[in-house]
């Protein structure tokens, strides 16, 4: 759905802005061009953030993936090839259809780049929580996704503003520490879509859509650029094929289950990042325990509810009620079990257990 106002008092006097700017050449648009509204106050490292480094939660348990143990551009970790490029002090990782950095830094020292990051790409950060390593953007349009055609390049240099698209999306960056003491950073899409309510087109509403890859390994790139890569090795993060498929729901003795066709650290880290991807909030993490602390609100609460644009464009409708649970990754072997647990870690074998399974399920995939 692509939407665009005019005043008609501005008529003459954008036409003849665009005959006078369509002569004007013009570079080809790139993949995002995100513009906030609100500007983000002066960046400045957390005081608590030097908790990161100290707090064993984030220790990876059995070692991350290093270039540093072999001379070849591919590992094998069990079955799993793992992709890496060597980049100075940061390089490229990746398994199956995720991909992430690696760098040889400290989170302390990560923390404010970051910030200045997804500021200069025109974002307000909405999350900032030092301690479980992870910032989140405000939902945002990209305005790169405006049909480029000369006469609305023109128009969108005197009144950018009269022009909008029906998508929004957020990013979530993470940070985990490794065992090394560098640092692992990822950064995960979520996106809503406005759709149609009713036949005849008279009301619209918001809705969840898939996440993004492309954007995902685009802000990745931009990343690396940002940290001191350079434009040839920034272009090796690429768009990553997807994966065969190695998760699948199941239940055992009533109790719902993902079972994942992973060890222990490419599980953790899958499911990780479904986490951001979906909807749920990471409120804290135990790796050596191998438990998500989360909440989550249900898709269907969200799609087709109307005040739920207004929360998340600033709004003042109260959010609906969230619940917490715990996500459990147990693994043996190349095999991992993903379960959902109550709060007080007790099995979950309710309705909401059953789609928070499905909703990983499907994004695994």
């Given at each position: 759905m692509q939407r665009h106002f005019v005043n008609s008092s501005f008529k003459l006097t954008l036409l003849a802005a665009a005959v006078a700017l369509s002569a004007c050449?013009?570079?080809?648009?790139?993949?995002?061009?995100?513009?906030?509204?609100?500007?983000?106050?002066?960046?400045?490292?957390?005081?608590?953030?030097?908790?990161?480094?100290?707090?064993?939660?984030?220790s990876v348990v059995n070692g991350g993936v290093s270039a540093a143990s072999s001379k070849a551009a591919t590992t094998t970790t069990g079955k799993e090839a793992v992709a890496v490029a060597a980049l100075s002090d940061i390089?490229?990782?990746?398994?199956?259809?995720?991909?992430?950095?690696?760098?040889?830094?400290?989170p302390e020292s990560l923390w404010s780049p970051l910030k200045d990051f997804w500021q200069e790409s025109?974002?307000?950060?909405?999350?900032?929580?030092?301690?479980?390593?992870?910032?989140?953007?405000?939902?945002?349009?990209?305005?790169?996704?405006?049909p480029q055609d000369a006469i609305r390049r023109a128009l969108g240099k005197v009144l950018d503003s009269l022009y909008s698209t029906s998508l929004r999306d957020k990013y979530r960056t993470r940070l985990e520490v490794r065992a090394d003491g560098g640092t692992e950073i990822f950064i995960t899409h979520r996106g809503m879509q406005e759709v149609y309510a009713t036949e005849d087109k008279n009301r619209t509403i918001w809705q969840p859509r898939p996440a993004d890859p492309e954007l995902e390994a685009e802000f990745l790139r931009r990343l690396?650029?940002?940290?001191?890569?350079?434009?040839?090795?920034?272009?090796q993060v690429g768009v990553v094929p997807p994966a065969k498929p190695s998760a699948s729901a199941t239940t055992s003795n009533?109790?719902?289950?993902?079972?994942?066709?992973?060890g222990f650290d490419r599980a953790w880290r899958r499911v990780g990042l479904s986490l951001d991807r979906t909807g749920f909030t990471v409120e804290d993490r135990d790796r050596n325990k191998g438990i998500y602390f989360v909440r989550y609100?249900?898709?269907?609460?969200?799609?087709?509810?109307?005040?739920?644009?207004?929360?998340?464009?600033g709004g003042s409708t109260k959010a609906a009620a969230a619940v917490k649970y715990q996500?459990?990754?147990?693994?043996?072997?190349?095999?991992?079990?993903?379960?959902?647990?109550?709060?007080?870690?007790?099995?979950?074998?309710?309705?909401?257990a059953q789609k928070m399974i499905k909703v990983l399920a499907d994004d695994l995939k």
């Amino acid at each position: 759905m692509q939407r665009h106002f005019v005043n008609s008092s501005f008529k003459l006097t954008l036409l003849a802005a665009a005959v006078a700017l369509s002569a004007c050449s013009v570079l080809e648009g790139e993949k995002v061009d995100y513009k906030s509204s609100t500007k983000t106050p002066s960046l400045a490292v957390p005081p608590d953030l030097t908790q990161l480094s100290k707090d064993t939660r984030y220790s990876v348990v059995n070692g991350g993936v290093s270039a540093a143990s072999s001379k070849a551009a591919t590992t094998t970790t069990g079955k799993e090839a793992v992709a890496v490029a060597a980049l100075s002090d940061i390089r490229v990782e990746r398994q199956g259809n995720q991909r992430w950095l690696v760098v040889k830094r400290s989170p302390e020292s990560l923390w404010s780049p970051l910030k200045d990051f997804w500021q200069e790409s025109g974002f307000t950060l909405t999350l900032e929580q030092s301690n479980l390593g992870i910032m989140e953007t405000e939902w945002n349009e990209n305005r790169a996704n405006i049909p480029q055609d000369a006469i609305r390049r023109a128009l969108g240099k005197v009144l950018d503003s009269l022009y909008s698209t029906s998508l929004r999306d957020k990013y979530r960056t993470r940070l985990e520490v490794r065992a090394d003491g560098g640092t692992e950073i990822f950064i995960t899409h979520r996106g809503m879509q406005e759709v149609y309510a009713t036949e005849d087109k008279n009301r619209t509403i918001w809705q969840p859509r898939p996440a993004d890859p492309e954007l995902e390994a685009e802000f990745l790139r931009r990343l690396m650029l940002k940290l001191g890569a350079s434009t040839e090795q920034a272009a090796q993060v690429g768009v990553v094929p997807p994966a065969k498929p190695s998760a699948s729901a199941t239940t055992s003795n009533g109790m719902p289950l993902l079972e994942l066709s992973d060890g222990f650290d490419r599980a953790w880290r899958r499911v990780g990042l479904s986490l951001d991807r979906t909807g749920f909030t990471v409120e804290d993490r135990d790796r050596n325990k191998g438990i998500y602390f989360v909440r989550y609100v249900g898709a269907d609460s969200q799609a087709g509810d109307e005040g739920f644009i207004k929360k998340l464009f600033g709004g003042s409708t109260k959010a609906a009620a969230a619940v917490k649970y715990q996500i459990a990754v147990r693994s043996s072997a190349d095999k991992s079990t993903v379960s959902v647990l109550s709060e007080l870690g007790a099995p979950e074998v309710s309705e909401a257990a059953q789609k928070m399974i499905k909703v990983l399920a499907d994004d695994l995939k």
